[in-house]
């Protein structure tokens, strides 16, 4: 890992990186993990997520893919893909 990125490391969850010089603020992060997973209908769903995040057992520095992994895991959603429409599971 590198020097600077050890050292600029944002606390908690207020900063979620992408990659080593990209990041997302936490509620840019929560409105692409609900566009991602399509779940724009689901009532509350912010405060849902706010709420789950608190409970993320990880230290800084957060990777969105880990975050993703882990939040899927938790509620049990899945990615969707933005060019097809949602399959029922056969």
């Excluded at 993990?33 to 800084?60: A, F, G, S």
């Excluded at 993703?68 to 056969?90: C, E, V």
């Amino acid at each position: 890992m590198r020097d600077d990125f050890a050292i600029k490391q944002a606390n908690g969850l207020e900063c979620i990186y992408l990659s080593m010089t990209e990041r997302f603020q936490l509620d840019c992060f929560i409105a692409h993990y609900i566009k991602t997973r399509n779940l724009r209908d689901v009532p509350e769903i912010d405060r849902l997520l706010r709420t789950t995040l608190q409970n993320y057992p990880c230290h800084p520095p957060v990777m969105v893919n880990e975050l993703n992994a882990w939040i899927d895991k938790t509620l049990g959603y899945r990615a969707s893909h933005p060019d097809f429409t949602q399959l029922d599971d056969l």
